[in-house]
C-alpha cells in the first residue's frame, strides 16, 4: 500500500546507531552471511580525515549493500547519513532505518526534498553522506553501472556557496569505495545444484556439457521465452547482445505506453524504470494493471546489465551466480533471492578527492567540470574493484 508521506527525513539517534553498530559484526554473519573485510590502512586513512566533510560513493551490486555499508561505517568508527530508496520506508522498519540515519529519495522523478535534505547535510561540519551513484542495484559484482551527476554535482554546489562566505573554504572529501562479495568456500556443488533447477524448472532435459554451456543452454531458453511472451519474432540475424537490446526496448516502451508516458529515447533505461515505479509508488499512475507492471520493470531492471561474455570474460563462482541468480529472479519470480553461502565483503577504498581545488573550474563550466569528476570517481571504483579480482587469491 502507497504511503501518504513524500519524504522521510533522517532522525539519527547516535547512542541508538553506535548500539547497533556495536552488534553488526555478530549479527550480519547471522542474518544476512556475510562479513566486513576492510585494510587497517583504509580505516586510517579515513580517520585522518575526521574534520572534513566526506562524501562516501559506493558501488551497489547486490540487494545486501546498505546492511555491508552499515558494517563499514561501524569499521571506521564513524555515524553515516544515506540515501535510500522511498519504498524502503514502511511501518516499524522505515522508522528503525531512519533512526540509523538514513532518509529517503524518490527515483526517476525530481524528488526537491531529498535533494534539499542532502544539500542541507553537506553544509554541516563533519558531515558523513553516503550515496550510491549508480542508482539502484546493478546485480554485478564484479562490474561498475554509469554513474549519476547529482552524486558530484550536489556536494560542488554545497564548495561554491561555501566559497561565498568570509574566511578560508572548508575541505569536502569525496571518496570512491569499491564493494566485491567473495563466496567463502568452493562453489561448484552450489553452482551445479541451481543449473540442475533452473533445468528442471525450463523442462531442460539435455544437459551434456560443461556447466558454461548448460548456463548458456538455461539463458536462451530464457531468452526465447521472454521473447516469445512479448510477441517478438525470432530473428536469427541478431547475436545474444542485440537480442537483449531489443527486448529491453520493446518492453520499457510497452510499460511507458501503458502509463500515457514518453521518454526521450536517449534516457538510460534504469532512468526510465525508476519514473515508473516512482508513479507507481505514489499511485499517480494512470492503469488498472499496477501490478504486472511494477513486476515488468523489476524484469527489466534484473536484466538491464545482462550481457554475453559478462561469466567468459572471468569465469569466478561469483560471476556464474551472478548470472544465475538473476535467471532465478525471472524464472521463480522472485524479487530478492537469498545468499547462495557465507561471503565476506571486500571494501577497497580509493583516494579522496578534495572539491575545493575543483570549486573555480565549477564556477567556469558547471557541466564539464561534473562529467569529469563523476567519470574519473567511476574509473576509480572499477579499477579497485578490478584489483580486488585479480588479488582472488591472496583475499
Not at 549508480?134 to 554509469?146: A, L, R
Not at 524484469?299 to 559478462?310: K, P, S, V
Amino acid at each position: 500500500m502507497t504511503s501518504s508521506v513524500d519524504f522521510f527525513p533522517p532522525q539519527q539517534q547516535p547512542l541508538l546507531t553506535r548500539f547497533v553498530q556495536s552488534t553488526c559484526f555478530f549479527l550480519m554473519p547471522q542474518l544476512y552471511r556475510f562479513q566486513v573485510s576492510v585494510s587497517d590502512e583504509d580505516v586510517a586513512q579515513l580517520r585522518s580525515l575526521d574534520d572534513a566533510r566526506l562524501v562516501y560513493l559506493f558501488n551497489h551490486p547486490t540487494m545486501e549493500d546498505g546492511i555491508a555499508v552499515f558494517g563499514f561505517s561501524a569499521r571506521v568508527g564513524q555515524l553515516f547519513n544515506y540515501i535510500v530508496a522511498r519504498e524502503s520506508f514502511k511501518g516499524l522498519l522505515g522508522k528503525f532505518i531512519q533512526a540509523l540515519g538514513c532518509y529517503s529519495i524518490r527515483r526517476g522523478v525530481g524528488d526537491r526534498a531529498s535533494i534539499a535534505e542532502t544539500l542541507k547535510l553537506l553544509k554541516a561540519p563533519k558531515c558523513r553522506v553516503v550515496i550510491f551513484p549508480e542508482g539502484g542495484c546493478s546485480y554485478q559484482n564484479d562490474v561498475v553501472q554509469p554513474f549519476r551527476s547529482g552524486a558530484i554535482q550536489m556536494p560542488l554546489q554545497v564548495m561554491a556557496q561555501l566559497a561565498k562566505k568570509a574566511g578560508p573554504l572548508p575541505d569536502l572529501y569525496v571518496v570512491p569505495v569499491s564493494l566485491k562479495y567473495r563466496y567463502t568456500k568452493p562453489m561448484g556443488r552450489v553452482i551445479e545444484r541451481t543449473l540442475a533447477g533452473l533445468e528442471q524448472a525450463l523442462g531442460i532435459t539435455e544437459t551434456a556439457g560443461d556447466k558454461y554451456e548448460r548456463l548458456i543452454a538455461i539463458a536462451t531458453r530464457v531468452l526465447t521465452r521472454i521473447e516469445t511472451e512479448y510477441g517478438l519474432s525470432t530473428a536469427p540475424d541478431l547475436d545474444w547482445n542485440q537480442r537483449i537490446d531489443r527486448l529491453r526496448q520493446h518492453v520499457i516502451d510497452r510499460c511507458e505506453k501503458e502509463l500515457g508516458l514518453c521518454s526521450p529515447p536517449q534516457n538510460p533505461l534504469r532512468e526510465r524504470v525508476y519514473k515508473i515505479q516512482a508513479l507507481l509508488d505514489a499511485g499517480e499512475a494512470q492503469t488498472d494493471n499496477s501490478e504486472a507492471v511494477y513486476w515488468t520493470t523489476v524484469r527489466l531492471l534484473n536484466f538491464e546489465a545482462i550481457y554475453d561474455g559478462y561469466v567468459a570474460e572471468h569465469p569466478t563462482p561469483e560471476r556464474f551466480l551472478d548470472t544465475l541468480m538473476r535467471l532465478e529472479r525471472e524464472v521463480y519470480e522472485i524479487e530478492h533471492i537469498k545468499p547462495k553461502a557465507d561471503r565476506r565483503a571486500y571494501f577497497k577504498v580509493g583516494q579522496p578527492v578534495n572539491l575545493k581545488a575543483y570549486v573555480a573550474d565549477f564556477r567556469k563550466d558547471k557541466t564539464g567540470t561534473v562529467e569529469q569528476l563523476t567519470q574519473a570517481l567511476r574509473t576509480e571504483v572499477q579499477t579497485n574493484l578490478n584489483h580486488l579480482a585479480a588479488a582472488r587469491q591472496s583475499l
